[in-house]
């Protein structure tokens, strides 16, 4: 249970500072894209 958590909490965190470097635009969309913005292409 503990080895769930900390995976799914490591996921979380990934998919934050994600969002946080799209929000950012520090790099164009195009390279790193929202992660709602893959979700829909991936559809």
Known sequence: ???FLFAT???AVLLLIWEA???AK??????VPSPK?????LE
């Open 9 to 11: 909490l490591f996921f």
């Open 26 to 31: 520090i790099w164009s969309s195009v390279l």
């Open 1 to 3: 249970m503990k080895r």
């Open 37 to 41: 913005q893959v979700v829909v292409y």
């Open 21 to 23: 470097l799209f929000r």
